[in-house]
C-alpha cells in the first residue's frame, strides 16, 4: 500500500514540476494560436446576390406618362399643369407597378399579345422581383412581402429550368436581355445504394479497359510509324522514276518525298 502511495506522489509531483513546461509546448486555450476568425457574412436568400438579379434598367421616371394616357391626344394640346397630373408622380403606385412590368415584358415578349410563353411569365417574374426587393430593402420587417419574393424568385427559377431544358439558345437570349444569372439549386443527396455502386464501378472498370487498349493501339501504330514512313518514301521515289522514264509529267515531286524521309527520320530520333 506504502508503495502505490509513495508511486501516486511521485506522479503528481512530475505534473506539477513539468506543468510549466507542459503549457509552453502545447496551448492550453485557443486564445493562445493567435487566430482571428470572422464569421463572413451570409448574404440572404432574398438577396440580389442570390437570386441572380444584376439590375435592370426599365426606363421608367415619374415624369413619365400612365400607360393609358400616354397615348392620349387631349394631352398633347393640354396644358403643363393638366400634363403633369397625369405623370406617374401624381398617380397611384400601380399604375407605376403596370408600366415597369410591361416595359420589362417588351425585351422578351414574342409579339404584342405574348402573355403565357415560359420568356413573358421570366419577365413578369422578374420585374416582381425588383418591385419587392427595393420593398424589402426599406421594410426588412414585412413578413408578407418576403414569403411573396421568396415565392417569386422560386417560381422563376421553375421557369427558367424549364426553358433551359427545352430551348437553350432562348434561355440564354433571356438571360441577356434581362440581365439575369441563372443558379440552380443544388441536387438533393442520393441515397447509396450496392446496385448504384457496383454499376458506376463496373462502367469505370470498362471505361479503364477500353482506354488501356486504345492507348496500347497508339503505341503499336507509333511503332510502325517509321517503316510506314520508309516505305512512303520509296514507293514514292518509284512512281516518279516510272513516270520519268515513261514521259509523263511527274505527279510525285523530290519535296514529297524528302518530307517522307524526313519523317522516317524523326521516328528513328523518338524511338531512340
Known amino acids: 500500500m506504502n508503495i502505490i502511495i509513495n508511486n501516486y506522489t511521485r506522479t503528481v509531483a512530475s505534473l506539477f514540476r513539468d506543468a510549466g513546461n507542459f503549457s509552453r509546448r502545447y496551448a492550453v486555450s485557443i486564445a493562445d494560436y493567435k487566430i482571428n ?30 400607360k393609358y394616357y400616354s397615348e392620349s391626344g387631349e394631352l398633347k394640346d393640354a ?23 410591361v416595359k420589362t415584358v417588351d425585351f422578351v415578349r414574342r409579339n404584342e399579345l405574348d402573355r403565357s410563353s415560359p420568356e413573358a411569365q421570366i419577365a413578369f417574374y422578374t420585374s416582381k422581383i425588383l418591385r419587392l426587393q427595393e ?26 429550368k424549364h426553358l433551359r431544358t427545352w430551348d437553350y439558345k432562348r ?41 488501356d487498349k486504345l492507348n496500347n493501339y497508339k503505341g503499336e501504330l507509333k511503332m510502325l510509324q517509321r517503316q510506314f514512313y520508309v516505305e512512303k518514301a520509296e ?33 528513328q530520333t523518338k524511338e531512340m
Open 171 to 211: 434561355f440564354e437570349w433571356v438571360l441577356e436581355k434581362l440581365n439575369l444569372i441563372y443558379k440552380p439549386l443544388p441536387e438533393p443527396p442520393k441515397q447509396i445504394a450496392r446496385k448504384e455502386s457496383i454499376r458506376r464501378l463496373t462502367e469505370k472498370h470498362c471505361d479503364r479497359l477500353v482506354q
Open 135 to 160: 420593398h424589402v430593402k426599406k421594410h426588412p420587417h414585412h413578413s408578407t412581402a418576403r414569403v411573396d419574393l421568396k415565392e417569386a424568385i422560386d417560381k422563376r427559377r421553375k421557369q427558367l
Open 79 to 101: 396644358s403643363d399643369i393638366v400634363k403633369k397630373m397625369f405623370t406617374l408622380q401624381f398617380q397611384p403606385f400601380k399604375s407605376t407597378k403596370y408600366l415597369r412590368k
Open 37 to 66: 476568425w470572422t464569421r463572413p457574412e451570409q448574404p440572404s436568400e432574398l438577396s440580389p446576390e442570390r437570386s441572380g438579379d444584376l439590375g435592370l434598367d426599365v426606363g421608367v421616371k415619374p415624369t413619365d406618362f400612365a
Open 235 to 267: 514507293k514514292l521515289a518509284f512512281i516518279r522514276e516510272e513516270e520519268l522514264a515513261c514521259g509523263l509529267e511527274p505527279t510525285v515531286s523530290e519535296k514529297d518525298i524528302e518530307e517522307a524521309k524526313k519523317k522516317a527520320k524523326e521516328c
